[in-house]
Structure formats: structure tokens, C-alpha cells
T-cell receptor, first 112, second 115 residues
Framework: GESVGLHLPTLSVQEGDNSIINCAYS??????FIWYKQESGKGPQFIID?????DKRQGQRVTVLLNKTVKHLSLQIAATQPGDSAVYFC???????????FGKGTMLLVSP | EPEVTQTPSHQVTQMGQEVILRCVPI?????FYWYRQILGQKVEFLVS????????KSEIFDDQFSVERPDGSNFTLKIRSTKLEDSAMYFC?????????????FGSGTQLSVL
């Protein structure tokens, strides 16, 4: 049957490399941002979040950077592992509204 | 870690038929959500639900869609008369307080295919 391509930006890295995934968000009123990881056949899984009063936040092997001036968000993954292979989505929300607006997603492929 | 569970994992239906997608949110959560993801596209918000009523809904959530919490554990999404364009992965999510800086827990999704 016909197959439909995902048409996602793809980042291919070697195991052990550092990965940087970028996201441009849309709403200048957004003040809370989250990165989600989505493995094949699974729902989005929370990775890390950041509020608009911060420009950097670190987790375990992950760092999120926020540049409000240009409405840009990035996710840095240190020492990328094959298990990090997934689609990564940024999401944004506005205070007072609990709904999330998701970005398009980037597929990360990690080769051993 | 507690999980949001969704059934069925796959649902195939004929255009015009009604479908009900089922979700069991995490037990102490009070806010419930449905999102959907058409193949290759963004995850899109459909509806949020709190205290037995809809809190917010998107323009996608038209009169063909409804949500219900029929008992203390299940949260359902009904599509009355399915259309081809309803084919998507439907994700249920839940949260404790529904605050903007609170983590949402997503289920693994139901893949709906409308033929």
C-alpha cells in the first residue's frame, strides 16, 4: 500500500555526540515551554520544562535554552545514546490556560 | 511511575460510524485532556475536562465530538459520525491540578483508522 512520509526534520548523530534540537515557537504571550520525547507507538513523554523568567535550565544530560527575543527554544542532549532516538516536540502554553500547543517535531536518529 | 492507559490501541471503523475511545487517567488526577496527531503532523489539542465539564476546546472539537467521565475512572472521547479526516492517533492525558507549569502525563494513544 501507499506509504506516507513523516516529512519531519531529521537530525542524525553518532552515539556519544552532543545533539541540539531547535524549535521556533509561535505565541509571544507563551510563558511556559516543555520538551517532549515521543518514541514509536507511544505517547509524548515529558523531558524538561522552562518558564519564561529563565533562559536556561538543566536536567540529567539535557539542557533547555530559551531566547524570548527571537522566540526560540533549543534542547541539548549530552552524550547522545541510541535510546535517545525518537521524535522530539517542543510545546508552549500561556499562563491561565492549561492547554499545550505543540511544535512540528524533529526526529533524532542515533547511530551506535 | 503511574500511567495513563488507553484502549483500544487500534480502532478501524467505517466512515459514518460512531467510535468511542477510552482512557483511564492516573487515579489522583483531576484534569483530563484529549489530543490528536494526524500522521506526520503536530500533536493538536482537542479538549480539556475538569469537574465533569469541558474547560477548553479547540475548533477541531466540533459537534461530532463529545467527552464523558461515565464513572470514577474512565474518560471517553466519542466521535458520532466519523469522517476520513478523523483518522489519527488520539492521545489522552491527565494532570493533577491543570496548572500551566504542571507535567501532563500522556497515554500511548489509540490509532483510529476511518475507511
Amino acid at each position: 500500500g501507499e506509504s506516507v512520509g513523516l516529512h519531519l526534520p531529521t537530525l542524525s548523530v553518532q552515539e556519544g555526540d552532543n545533539s541540539i534540537i531547535n524549535c521556533a515557537y509561535s505565541n509571544s504571550a507563551s510563558d511556559y515551554f516543555i520538551w517532549y520525547k515521543q518514541e514509536s507507538g507511544k505517547g509524548p513523554q515529558f523531558i524538561i520544562d522552562i518558564r519564561s523568567n529563565m533562559d536556561k535550565r538543566q536536567g540529567q544530560r539535557v539542557t533547555v535554552l530559551l531566547n524570548k527575543t527571537v522566540k526560540h527554544l533549543s534542547l541539548q542532549i549530552a552524550a547522545t545514546q541510541p535510546g535517545d532516538s525518537a521524535v522530539y516536540f517542543c510545546a508552549e502554553s500561556v499562563s491561565g490556560y492549561s492547554t499545550l500547543t505543540f511544535g512540528k517535531g524533529t526526529m533524532l536518529l542515533v547511530s551506535p | 511511575e503511574p500511567e495513563v492507559t488507553q484502549t483500544p490501541s487500534h480502532q478501524v471503523t467505517q466512515m459514518g460510524q460512531e467510535v468511542i475511545l477510552r482512557c483511564v487517567p492516573i487515579s489522583n488526577h483531576l484534569y483530563f485532556y484529549w489530543y490528536r496527531q494526524i500522521l506526520g503532523q503536530k500533536v493538536e489539542f482537542l479538549v480539556s475536562f475538569y469537574n465533569n465539564e469541558i474547560s477548553e476546546k479547540s475548533e477541531i472539537f466540533d459537534d461530532q465530538f463529545s467527552v464523558e467521565r461515565p464513572d470514577g475512572s474512565n474518560f471517553t472521547l466519542k466521535i458520532r459520525s466519523t469522517k476520513l479526516e478523523d483518522s489519527a492517533m488520539y492521545f489522552c492525558a491527565s494532570a493533577t491540578r491543570g496548572l500551566t507549569n504542571e507535567k501532563l502525563f500522556f497515554g500511548s494513544g489509540t490509532q483510529l483508522s476511518v475507511l
